[in-house]
C-alpha cells in the first residue's frame, strides 16, 4: 500500500556519459588557457625581454616605485641606480617594473 515499486536502471555507462562529463571540464580549461593563462606568459615574456635591454642612461621605475636614472650596468643581474642627486642605489634587474625613457648607446672605444 505504502511502498512504491523500485524500478532498475537500465545497464549504460557508455561513450556518452563519459563525453558528457568529461566536455565540461576540457572547455573550462580551455577558457583558462586563452583568457587567463597564455596573455600572463606572454607579459612575462615581453617584461623579461624589457629588463634584458636595460642598459646605461635609462631611466627606470622599481617594483617598489622608485623613479631614476641607470648609472652602470654590475654584471648581469645588478643595476646601480641613481635616485636623487648623489644618491646612488643597487637594484636586481628583476626589480625593475618599467623602463621609462632610453638612454643613448655606449659609445665603442676605438
Known amino acids: 500500500m505504502f511502498i512504491t515499486p523500485a524500478y532498475a536502471q537500465a545497464a549504460g555507462g557508455g561513450f556518452g556519459d563519459i563525453a558528457s562529463t568529461i566536455l565540461p571540464l576540457v572547455m573550462i580549461m580551455a577558457v583558462f588557457w586563452f583568457l587567463?593563462?597564455?596573455p600572463q606568459q606572454k607579459r612575462a615574456k615581453e617584461h623579461a625581454e624589457?629588463?634584458?635591454?636595460?642598459?646605461r642612461g635609462d631611466n627606470v621605475?622599481?617594483?617598489g616605485g622608485?623613479?631614476?636614472k641607470v648609472i652602470k650596468v654590475i654584471g648581469d643581474n645588478e643595476l646601480l641606480i641613481?635616485?636623487?642627486e648623489d644618491v646612488k642605489i643597487k637594484f636586481l634587474r628583476s626589480a625593475i617594473a618599467e623602463v621609462r625613457v632610453k638612454g643613448q648607446p655606449v659609445?665603442?672605444?676605438k
Open 36 to 38: 587567463l593563462i597564455r
Open 61 to 63: 621605475v622599481t617594483n
Open 50 to 55: 624589457m629588463v634584458a635591454a636595460v642598459r
Open 66 to 68: 622608485m623613479v631614476g
Open 82 to 84: 641613481e635616485v636623487g
Open 107 to 109: 659609445a665603442t672605444e
